[in-house]
């Protein structure tokens, strides 16, 4: 394994929303106030940038991920200023896939025009559904007409896009799941996420579970048509949820499912990266906007660091490239982990078994059975 071999992407946290949406598990804040916040965060986060960047070993970024949370809620001159900092202080690949997640109730045409004039060059807008019902029923702060003209406004300023979907809703039926796919076709959109509501711990449909959830047969259905109807539309399933027009797969997570290394900042982010002796690292910053603030101004922004353990390292591979449809070349293992074929081939030979993964083994891949009971398969790595 040499890591200067191993890509390396950016992970950047925004950790507001203007409202909480009741399925969300991740680090995200509703603004409480007409504060702001964006000069003061995007400060520490230079902070915290510049005390990662040993960890980049001198290699190139491939990609620049701007999650949250909403970060079209960064004013765009601010974000202007962080992405220059990472320019002066990384080498960036002259083809850097830089994606900004954009919330449809937070678009406006001059914001678009100015991330993509700063250089953000794919965007990803969480649309979730077209359906006025179903987006009440998410909690969701835009309707249907603020998505069609959020898209309309991404098809102006931007020739990738990326659309969430979710599936599996509330009382939701396959005609109804029809109609969002036909809808989401229709935008042009050159990536679509389509992900099954699930109920997360700690969310507030955990606690208070929504009536007419479809029953698992359904679920297995809608599954059905979401696959056959983007693959026809000529989208490639690529991976469990994403689906991508030739050429347009979604590279910053490819790479975490190819189990390259990346560098994070932003209040709970995490970031994976592998040191010249082969040693794996992750890191985890501070949860709460406030005390990754004061961390991060101290150049103290991570709360939790580990090294991951030899034993470790197969399922962790495992639990990521097994997501991708094509799975991954035999000789990544040796490449990104400290691990040989050898080692795992015990647990290989188990699934193969079981008819989980092929045989012989050409490439780290499920079979089809494999591919509907994956976590299974991910499992007997662990």
Known sequence: MRSADIPLSLYVHWPWCVRKCPYCDFNSHALTSSYD?????????????????????NRELISIFIGGGTPSLIAPQELERFLETVFSLLKVASDVEITLEANPGTVDTAHFKAYRSIGINRLSMGIQSFNDELLKRLGRIHNSE???????IAQESFENFNLDVMFALPG????????????????????????????EPNTVFAKHIPDN?????????????????????????????????????CRHNLNYWQFGDYLACGAG????????????????????????????MKDSAVAHERLVAKEEQAFEFMLN???????????????????????IQPRIAKAQSLGLMPQPLNRFVTTVKGWDFLSDVQEIFL
């Open 37 to 57: 916040p964006s000069r003061q965060y995007i400060d520490a986060l230079i902070h915290d940038l510049k005390h990662s960047i040993a960890y980049a070993q």
């Open 146 to 152: 603020d998505a069609r003209k959020a898209i309309k």
């Open 172 to 199: 939701q039926t396959l005609e109804e799941l029809k109609f969002e796919l036909n809808e989401a076709i229709a935008t042009q959109s050159t990536h679509l996420s389509f992900y099954q509501l699930t109920l």
């Open 213 to 249: 959830i479809p029953d698992p047969d359904v679920i297995y259905q809608m599954q059905d048509l979401v696959v056959s109807t983007l693959e026809t539309a000529g989208f490639e399933h690529y991976e469990v949820s994403g689906y991508a027009k030739p050429g347009k797969r």
């Open 269 to 296: 982010a995490h970031s994976k990266v592998t040191l010249e002796d082969g040693t794996i690292i992750r890191e985890a910053r501070f949860m709460q906007p406030e005390s990754y603030i004061n961390h991060a």
């Open 321 to 343: 490239v097994l997501r991708l449809r094509e799975g991954a070349p035999l000789d990544l293992l040796s490449e990104r982990t400290a691990l040989s074929l050898d080692d």
